[in-house]
């Protein structure tokens, strides 16, 4: 059986794979897909596979996805073929919950302010902190990231609240809302994160209105996915003061042009899509891989966290 991954691992990860599947034969090999009819399985990131390459890959079954979106993947002909696609649905929960965290403290503890004043050489004691205890956060998608998200902010005193398309109960929510029912929730909610993934029903899924719903002086957070909400809606409500500040990883347009407004707007900050990265990615999605890898060997072809190509999750 030939694996072909469109990204390089590192060494020592490389021969984890040859060490435990040595009839296997692994092929590791950046922006070349010459490999493509003869692979059974693909890994990728998601992002460089096209109808073409589906239509190439003749004996191609399974494609294990290296990330938990799936949007810029060719669903239809992927549909088509009946070829089985899995992600790494999960492993992201640590490295996001902490960059959210990370972001949030260093805005209620002032920390741009008290770089910018060491900068500055400037001894300046009145900086404004505040504190996350006692204060609501909104987290729209709760699933793994989400909760991850929820147990960190309750640790720290934060009253949370789930917003998903069923209502049903999520792990570290103290309540819980349907999308549809979001406005009642906004205006309770010092904080609000979003961490859903692209689908039908969430793209553009945030409006003016809902902006308008807002705490004039709460902090909104996208972690999920940029077409969440329109550029142009997100900036005119922090030009009208609707809310106090934008914290983005993600954007309608990836790269973010350099001729935004946001770049140079003191209420935002911008993140290049870099919440989920850590040194340890790459070795927890093998840690996923592997274990699917051993059932199909074993002629089980239902790896762990399937995903739906026609929902897009």
């Known amino acids: 059986m030939k694996v072909l991954f469109t990204f390089v691992p590192r060494e020592d990860q490389q021969q984890r794979l040859t060490n435990e599947f040595p009839e296997v034969q692994f092929h590791f090999a950046k922006?070349?897909?010459?490999?493509l009819p003869e692979a059974e399985i693909v890994v990728t990131y998601g992002e460089d596979l096209s109808s073409e390459d589906i239509e190439k890959a003749k004996k191609l079954k399974w494609i294990m996805v290296v990330s938990a979106?799936?949007?810029?993947?060719?669903?239809?002909?992927?549909?088509?073929?009946?070829i089985i696609v899995s992600n790494v649905r999960g492993?992201?929960?640590?490295?996001?919950?902490?960059?959210?965290?990370?972001?949030?403290?260093?805005l209620k503890r002032s920390l741009p302010v008290l770089y910018e004043n060491q900068r500055k050489k400037e001894w300046n004691r009145r900086v404004g902190s505040s504190e996350l205890k006692g204060s609501t956060a909104l987290v729209i998608g709760p699933g793994a990231i989400g909760a991850e998200i929820g147990r960190l902010l309750q640790a720290f005193g934060v009253y949370t609240i789930g917003c998903n398309r069923s209502g049903v109960s999520a792990e570290f929510m103290d309540e819980m809302v349907r999308f549809h029912n979001i406005m009642e929730a906004l205006p309770k909610a010092d904080i609000v994160i979003s961490v859903v993934p692209s689908t039908k029903e969430t793209k553009n899924m945030l409006k003016q209105e809902h902006f308008q719903a807002m705490n004039s002086d709460a902090i909104f957070m996208n972690f999920g996915r940029g077409d969440l909400v329109e550029n142009a809606v997100l900036l005119e409500a922090l030009n009208k003061e609707e809310i106090a500040f934008a914290v983005l990883d993600v954007f309608e347009e990836e790269p973010l042009p350099s001729h935004h407004p946001f770049w140079e707007m003191n209420n935002v900050i911008i993140s290049p899509?870099?919440?989920?990265?850590?040194?340890?990615?790459?070795?927890?999605?093998l840690d996923v891989f592997i274990p699917n890898l051993k059932k199909w060997l074993a002629?089980?072809?239902?790896p762990s966290n399937l995903v739906n190509m026609e929902k897009g999750y």
């Open 273 to 285: 899509h870099v919440s989920s990265h850590s040194s340890k990615y790459v070795e927890r999605s």
């Open 31 to 35: 922006q070349d897909k010459s490999l």
């Open 299 to 302: 002629e089980d072809p239902n």
């Open 69 to 82: 979106g799936v949007e810029k993947m060719p669903h239809k002909a992927i549909q088509e073929r009946g």
């Open 91 to 106: 492993i992201h929960k640590t490295p996001m919950s902490e960059s959210v965290l990370a972001h949030l403290l260093s």
